[in-house]
């Protein structure tokens, strides 16, 4: 199972693009890396997945070294309402057994004017 | 198309008294998951079930027990609360993963708890 490790939290201001990094130096093989986003009060929302390379969607993207021991979120132009905690898991979505879904303490990102 | 919805959305407890919470999914998701999270803190697995009529622990599953009789439903019970139990809990369901799947994770919109 790789672990990851994220900032605990970080603060940006509005329009600023904000990147968020994750390392997970035990990534096996056939895991990915997968974000998801919490507001206060609310579950986690699933953001992005990829493997390797570059993966962007509507919200944002998610960049993978060639070693792919890290992992980077880039959100573009930050609004107040990114502000959120941010979750990086790794893991074979093949094999969907829970022990493979554990989350840690997220980062905490602050966004302000 | 409701999702994961959970009942109830708060809750108040004394101290030894027990109770259910309910997730239900119209998704058709094998998987389901109880998490906490405690105040500022991450997500901590409990329970989780793989299919209806299967029920395995997480990392924190002293204090709660859970039951799969029916696909769509997955229940979390407190047989005696006590106040560590204070917390929020969250349902999440997922699909039985195949080629190309994300293994999405959909939760529901949390149960406050608390314990006096």
Known sequence: ?113 | NAGVTQTPKFRVLKTGQSMTLLCAQDMNHEYMYWYRQDPGMGLRLIHYSVGEGTTAKGEVPDGYNVSRLKKQNFLLGLESAAPSQTSVYFCASTLQQGAGDTGELFFGEGSRLTVL
Request: hydrophobic share 30%.
């Open chain 1, 1 to 113: 199972l790789a672990k990851t490790t994220q900032p605990i939290s970080m603060d940006s201001y509005e329009g600023q693009e904000v990147n968020i990094t994750c390392s997970h130096n035990n990534i096996a093989t056939n895991d990915y890396i997968t974000w998801y986003q919490q507001f206060p009060s609310q579950g986690p929302r699933f953001i992005i997945q990829g493997y390797k390379t570059k993966v962007t969607n509507e919200v944002a993207s998610l960049f993978i070294p060639a070693d792919r021991k890290s992992s980077t979120l880039s959100l573009p132009r930050v609004s107040l309402s990114d502000t959120a905690v941010y979750y990086c898991l790794v893991g074979d979505p093949l094999y969907s057994s829970a022990s493979k879904i554990i989350f840690g303490s997220g980062t905490r990102l602050s966004i302000r004017p």
